[in-house]
Structures are given as C-alpha cells and as structure tokens.
T-cell receptor, first 110, second 111 residues
Framework: AAGVIQSPRHLIKEKRETATLKCYPI?????VYWYQQGPGQDPQFLIS???????DKGSIPDRFSAQQFSDYHSELNMSSLELGDSALYFC?????????FGQGTRLTVV | EDQVTQSPEALRLQEGESSSLNCSYT??????LFWYRQDPGKGPEFLFT???AGEEKEKERLKATLTKKESFLHITAPKPEDSATYLC????????????FGRGTSLIVHP
C-alpha cells in the first residue's frame, strides 16, 4: 500500500540558509500534518492542511511557512535556519482519525 | 489543554518477560487514542486506535486497552525485535483534531 513519502531523507544546511522539505501524502487523504521531533522528544505539531487550506497552526516559528499544492503534496519552507532547528521533521496524512506518518527528513544545521 | 503522559520513560525486559506501558491522558472529550511504534530515526508506525473506555485491540504480542483516564499497551512474551519507542497520542472531540503526543516509552528487549 502507498505510504507517505518525504524528501529528502537527510539534509545538511548552514546557519541562516533556507531549506525546503517535501511531503507526498497517501492518495485520497484530505489532511496533512507537519511535526518536528527533537532528540528524545515527542513529536511537536507545527501546522496542518485540510483540502489544501491551512487548518491549524501549532508551535511553528515565523521563519517557517508551509503550503499544500493542487496535487496535494505539501512543502515546509524554513528560512534563516538556526542550530536549534536541527531535528526530524515528519509529515503525516489522514482521512478520518488515524494519521499515517512518513519516514521523516533529518535536518542538520551546522 | 490536552495532555498525554507516558510511563515509564524507559523499560528494559528480558525476552519473554511480559509487561505493560501506561498512557495517562487529559482531554476535554476523547475522539480517539492512538498507539504508535517508532524505531530510531524513522517515522511513527501506526499500531492501534481506541475510541471508548473498555475497548481492547490486539496485534501479535501487543494488546491495547482503554479506560476513561488511561490506556495500557500490554506486551506479552516480547522478543528483541519489539525493541522501539512506543508513542501514545490523543485526539480531542472538540475543536482542533490535531493529535497530541506523549514523550513515549523506550523499550529494550534483551535476548
């Protein structure tokens, strides 16, 4: 069965650079979530989209933005990167209750 | 504010030694409680959804139960391949449907 696809899997950026993370949800799923997970931490909700419209916003810094496109894929744009942005970034999609997660993008800011 | 507390933070078991993981939650109204398994550096893998108190679900050596205040993930005769972090998340019935996660229990099963 198709799963949530994230790219890239690994990304290394320098401070103050910009990064773009991509997410391809499970076909026909109507909701996309973005989460950030630091080492040993629980996933922290960043932002979500329902039918391509932003639906909820969590602890997402102003330096980050996201959008969902007509083909339902979503992108998380991160600017002015800081060392503290180093984390695993997960995208999840759902149709109903259960959210299914991708394998994540590991972002390292050096 | 929705809260999810998992205990213990870490658990070491011998192969075949059964045990339980706890997830206590505070939510205005429960739409669903979810259990996930997460391997290092990978995304959470969905295991179960529980909707109402008294509900139970099983999958291989795992059994999840739900009361009005907590959920348990029982692991029967675990094997080393069950080693992972187990995350609990809740989704409230009112307002935002965003799943709120606990910090997880890191399980290590020794052969």
């Amino acid at each position: 069965a198709a799963g949530v696809i994230q790219s890239p899997r690994h990304l290394i950026k320098e401070k103050r650079e910009t990064a773009t993370l991509k997410c391809y949800p499970i076909p026909r799923h109507d909701t996309v979530y973005w989460y950030q997970q630091g080492p040993g931490q629980d996933p922290q909700f960043l932002i979500s989209f329902y039918e391509k419209m932003q639906s909820d916003k969590g602890s997402i810094p102003d330096r980050f933005s996201a959008q969902q496109f007509s083909d339902y894929h979503s992108e998380l744009n991160m600017s002015s990167l800081e060392l503290g942005d180093s984390a695993l970034y997960f995208c999840a999609s759902s149709l109903g209750l259960e959210a299914f997660f991708g394998q994540g993008t590991r972002l390292t800011v050096v | 504010e929705d809260q999810v507390t998992q205990s213990p933070e870490a658990l070491r078991l011998q192969e075949g030694e059964s045990s339980s993981l706890n997830c206590s939650y505070t939510v205005s109204g429960l739409r669903g409680l979810f259990w996930y398994r997460q391997d290092p550096g990978k995304g959470p893998e969905f295991l179960f959804t529980l909707y109402s108190a008294g509900e139970e679900k099983e999958k291989e050596r795992l059994k999840a139960t739900l009361t009005k205040k907590e959920s348990f993930l029982h692991i029967t005769a675990p094997k080393p391949e069950d080693s992972a972090t187990y995350l609990c998340a809740v989704q409230a019935s009112g307002g935002s449907y965003i799943p709120t996660f606990g910090r997880g229990t890191s399980l290590i099963v020794h052969p």
